[in-house]
């Protein structure tokens, strides 16, 4: 979301891959209460995570209310607060509204297309606010959706030609933005090495990098 909407604050929070995020994030939302990171309150962490799903999901502000357990005057209040300190978001969302609208569809990253038929549809309001929202959604998540599948492409070719026959691990999985591997417990590192590299480089000329961590567990 921070490459597709060029919000250079949101994208510097990003290329620090080591830090919590959401944390920072409301750092820099509310920076006349938190002066560092570490004074960011649980709330506040949790106000800036829902505010990032609200504006990829399109959550209304009675949605949003009773996400943030608020008001939904509260929540909207909230909304353009967040969006002020982040000015580059609203552009960005309203472009790809705009763009839809005129085309009637939207594209990812990797140019495929979601059509959009009740973008124009202005006899149902209902139907066309939910494509509103699809429009962002879907050039979001369909972007990652892109990136997940040229990672898994490029895991499968490095692992044949890498280790021909004898690969260290297969993937058995896919959930959402994690994959599940069966790995040769002898392996593990080679494995390892392999997947790291080719899911973190799955999208060159990416604006934030792409951090991938590991758990492993047996049977």
């Not at 990171?37 to 209304?60: N, S, W």
């Not at 609208?101 to 973008?119: A, S, Y």
């Not at 990136?147 to 070719?157: E, L, N, Q, S, Y």
């Not at 959930?175 to 973190?200: C, K, N, S, T, Y």
Request: hydrophobic share 40%; charged share 30%; proline share 5%.
């Amino acid at each position: 979301m921070s490459h597709l909407a060029e919000d250079a604050a949101m994208q510097s929070i990003m290329k620090q891959v080591d830090s919590d995020p959401f944390k920072l994030l409301a750092c820099q939302w509310k920076s006349d209460e938190f002066k560092t990171p570490d004074e960011v309150t649980p709330q506040a962490r949790e106000h800036a995570k829902m505010l990032c799903y609200a504006l990829l999901y399109g959550m209304g502000e009675n949605r949003l209310a009773a996400e943030l357990k608020i008001k939904p005057f509260e929540a909207a209040a909230t909304r353009r607060d967040f969006l002020d300190r982040f000015p580059s978001m609203a552009m960005w969302i309203d472009r790809e509204v705009k763009s839809c609208t005129e085309n009637r569809h939207v594209q990812t990253l990797n140019g495929r297309i979601r059509w959009m038929d009740d973008i124009r549809n202005e006899e149902d309001s209902g139907a066309l606010a939910a494509d509103q929202r699809a429009a962002v959604n879907s050039v979001c998540q369909g972007s990652a959706a892109d990136m997940m599948k040229f990672a898994m492409i490029g895991i499968d070719r490095r692992l044949k030609r890498d280790f021909g026959d004898r690969p260290p691990c297969a993937c058995l999985l896919q959930i959402h933005d994690e994959l599940l591997f069966e790995v040769d417990p002898g392996r593990m590192r080679e494995a390892v090495v392999a997947i790291q590299e080719e899911m973190e480089n799955a999208w060159p000329g990416l604006a934030v990098p792409l951090k991938v961590t590991f758990k492993a567990g047996g049977y």
